[in-house]
């Protein structure tokens, strides 16, 4: 079956680095990926989608590129800050139609 | 005006008992959604529902039954609740995108089985 993996160790990091986070799929080839991110106690809220014949997209501080060929998603926060603090989730539909997402990784921005 | 809302927000109940969750979306879309999100933070989608019929049902216990009143809500009745249902479950909605449909979600409704 298709799987999302994320790593699940939290990353931490310094007020001004760029943070960055990995997203890798098996047994599946998705035309599109999506991240997500979720702050405690609140639902998760879309914020980039990256189509698998767009190698890169930004928005903002945000970046995001799609390897097909590794089956890898990089989601990169440039001049992080404290606000940026929460966890990040991929996704994509899987053959079924159905959204299915990584277990997320928490992200920490130490002042 | 809160674009996916849920209540309650927390609920305690006992083994054994039956709950409902509301969701409610003012979006306009066709798609609705229940996800479950365990202790481990993995966000499984149980049902998605467009136009009201049901289209997707994954391998979810029949104690959970899903009710689509119109395109607007989606509603989770729980029967006979058992610890393991202890999660936050989540409503969300989208437009009928096949396979690029972002997701709206809901704020979460916290169940805490006893």
């Known amino acids: 079956s298709q799987k999302i993996e994320q790593n699940s160790e939290a990353l931490n990091i310094q007020e001004g680095k760029t943070a960055t986070l990995t997203c890798n799929y098996t047994?599946?080839?998705?035309?599109?990926l999506q991240w997500y991110r979720q702050d405690p106690g609140r639902g998760p809220v879309f914020l980039l989608l990256i189509r698998e014949n767009e190698k890169e997209k930004r928005k903002e501080r945000l970046k995001v590129t799609f390897d097909t060929t590794l089956k890898q998603s990089l989601f990169h926060i440039t001049a992080s800050q404290p606000a940026d603090s929460a966890t990040y989730l991929c996704?994509?539909?899987?053959?079924?139609?159905?959204?299915?997402f990584g277990q997320g990784t928490e992200l920490s921005v130490k002042p | 005006d809160t674009a996916v809302s849920q209540t309650p927000k927390y609920l305690v109940t006992q083994m054994g008992n039956d709950k409902s969750i509301k969701c409610e979306q003012n979006?306009?879309?066709?798609?609705m959604y229940w996800y479950k999100q365990d202790s481990k933070k993995f966000l499984k989608i149980m049902f998605s529902y467009n136009n009201k019929e049901l289209i997707i049902n994954e391998t979810v216990p029949n104690r959970f039954s899903p009710k689509s009143p119109d395109k607007a809500h989606l509603n989770l009745h729980i029967n006979s609740l058992e610890l393991g249902d202890s999660a936050v479950y989540f409503c969300a909605s989208s437009h009928r995108q096949p396979n690029t449909g972002e997701l709206f979600f809901g704020e979460g409704s916290r169940l805490t089985v006893l």
């Open positions: 996704a994509f539909y899987n053959q079924g139609g159905k959204l299915i």
């Open positions: 047994n599946y080839s998705p035309a599109y």
């Open positions: 979006l306009g879309h066709d798609t």
